[in-house]
């Protein structure tokens, strides 16, 4: 493969958001370079078991919708935001069925597709494909992309740096834009020159900074340490959701038991069938997520469990088959049968509610550069994401940034003359153990000190590990050849290093951020917003 790979636009990252913003930048005429870190179906999306939010049901309105958005955003919601996306649900929905997504059907004439109910939902609104909508969202879009001859996918292909005009070869270039970026291809550790008019990040979350997490393994918040690194202002990296709901089991550390099994009847209890939620919110089981996570976090620290037991075995028979097959399926796999049993398990970070900080088309701080998806801080979330409103934001903000990338190309100027990778002053290192255990050391005490219930004092002990394994990392960094695994562990290091800033800024507590020392609320609301070069 040539050392120089130029297309009018790149979008890394092979899940919703950037399937969505590569077709319909396709659909105008362009052509799209597709990298994802792995395989294509490799991301978040493919997870996902939840389903899609959107106002479809007539006795339901966009003012219910954006109010219960609102509610569970703790008033960081950015409205424009949050109005701009309910809005737009609908016509992605549709979008998706034309593309063949098999929604689940209407129990009744007059009901097109079935809705389903999570937590923090005042009705139900969420349209899925039983238990896995993810997956059937992915390969709908996937084909479609598949079969498009200008779109071009470059799998197994890790990012390292977005390409802005610092990395071009002559002199008096003018403006500040993102025009490429280098990547290493694993099957032959050769970094590439990849060019374009506009770049779109598409990468997720930061996730696996936690030592238990629901994402796959690449959700290692690249694309918010590539933004940061370019000069892009981030924002809300303290709030971190964590699924209350995570299967607990010796051999399966990320399988996810999806919020709608609480919202079909699903009853949380303690190992002696006591059920404990109604004793931390009135919304018992129904309650947002934040507030189930601490619940659990906080029976489980009382008690010394290992976990608790999410309970489906008194719905009536073939119910929980029928609406969750494929986690039936697994769990029996592993020897838990839920129709008869309770399922062990435990909180785990599952999303991202911060990240890039952009406007309503996508753009960050940085000319031609777009975050689309988890990655981004669009507004939407606020300090806590309302249950299935993540795939909806990826789809809505992959085709508003395709609209914009559209409106500007005949604009935007070609990139420059870029400069190839320099390797002659790294080796080859024999000493891959020191990236193994400071991934380890990192994943840890994130966990332990700015985990589900903080202190100022846990998180002066994580900023302090975080600056001494920063400088390691980047020592090894600039004497080594990359790897996969060093270009993850150095964007986590800074990831890392972002959420604790953030935090240790948040006198209070507010959605995903709760920490003793700062029990309340301060007024008004604030977004953390750091900028880059700033002390």
């Known amino acids: 493969m040539p050392d120089l790979i130029e297309a009018d636009v790149i979008v890394i990252g092979s899940g919703a958001a950037g399937l969505t913003a590569a077709l319909n930048v396709a659909a105008g005429g362009r052509q799209v370079l597709m990298l994802s870190k792995a395989g294509i179906s490799a991301g978040s999306t493919s997870w996902a078991q939840g389903g899609i939010a959107a106002v479809l049901d007539a006795g339901d309105t966009f003012e219910s919708h954006i109010e219960d958005t609102m509610v569970a955003g703790a008033g960081l919601n950015d409205r424009r935001a949050v109005e701009f996306v309910v809005e737009h649900a609908a016509p992605a929905i549709e979008r998706l069925a034309a593309l063949g997504v098999p929604f689940n059907p209407g129990e009744t004439v007059s009901e097109r597709w079935h809705l389903t109910r999570e937590g923090g939902h005042s009705t139900r609104r969420i349209v899925h494909v039983d238990d896995a909508t993810g997956w059937a969202v992915q390969k709908a879009l996937e084909t479609a992309a598949l079969e498009n001859p200008l779109i071009r996918f470059l799998p197994d292909q890790v990012a390292i740096d977005i390409i802005t005009e610092r990395h071009a070869a002559g002199h008096g270039f003018a403006g500040r834009r993102a025009m ?20 779109v990040l598409a990468t997720g979350g930061a996730s696996r900074v936690y030592r238990f997490s629901t994402n796959p393994d690449g959700s290692t918040g690249d ?36 919020e709608a099994m609480r919202g079909e009847g699903g009853i949380l209890r303690l190992p002696d069938g006591t059920a404990f939620m109604g004793s931390h919110d009135a919304r018992k089981e129904l309650a947002p997520r934040d507030v189930v996570a601490r619940a659990i976090d906080a029976e489980m620290k009382r008690l010394g469990i290992p976990h608790v037991l999410l309970d489906m075995t008194h719905k009536p028979a073939g119910f929980v088959e029928e609406h969750f097959p494929t986690i039936v399926k697994r769990l029996r796999e592993l020897g838990i049968d839920p129709v008869t049993q309770p399922i062990p398990v435990v909180p785990a970070a599952h999303y991202s509610c911060g990240g890039v900080l952009v406007d309503l088309q996508g753009r960050t701080d940085l000319a031609g550069l777009y975050a689309i998806g988890e990655v981004s801080q669009s507004g939407l979330h606020g300090a806590n994401r309302l249950a299935s409103n993540s795939l909806l934001e990826c789809l809505v903000f992959g085709a508003s940034a395709a609209d914009e990338i559209l409106a500007r190309f005949e604009e935007t100027p070609p990139p420059a003359d870029i400069r190839p990778w320099d390797e002659s002053r790294v080796t080859s290192s024999d000493e ?9 050391e990192l994943r840890r005490f994130m966990w332990d000190y700015v985990g589900i219930v903080r202190t100022d004092r846990r998180l002066e002990r ?3 590990r975080v600056g001494l394994l920063r400088s ?36 209070e507590s507010r959605g995903l951020h709760f920490t003793t020392d700062y029990p309340g609320l301060s007024d008004p609301p604030r977004d953390t917003i750091l900028y880059p070069g700033a002390a």
């Open 223 to 258: 694309g918010i340490a590539m933004a940061w690194r370019a000069g892009c202002r981030v924002s809300n990296m303290e709030f971190n959701q964590f699924h209350p709901t995570c299967l607990y089991h010796p051999r399966v550390k990320n399988f996810l038991i999806t």
């Open 180 to 199: 490429g970026l280098y990547a290493l291809d694993r099957a032959s550790g050769h970094v590439r020159r990849l060019l374009a008019r506009a770049v």
């Open 462 to 464: 994580a900023a302090h």
């Open 432 to 440: 891959e153990v020191v990236v193994t255990h400071n991934w380890d």
């Open 472 to 507: 390691e990392i980047q020592e090894y960094y600039g004497n080594f050849r990359v790897t996969p695994d060093l270009l993850e562990l150095r964007n986590l290091v800074e990831v890392a290093d972002l959420i604790v800033r953030s935090a240790r800024e948040r006198k």
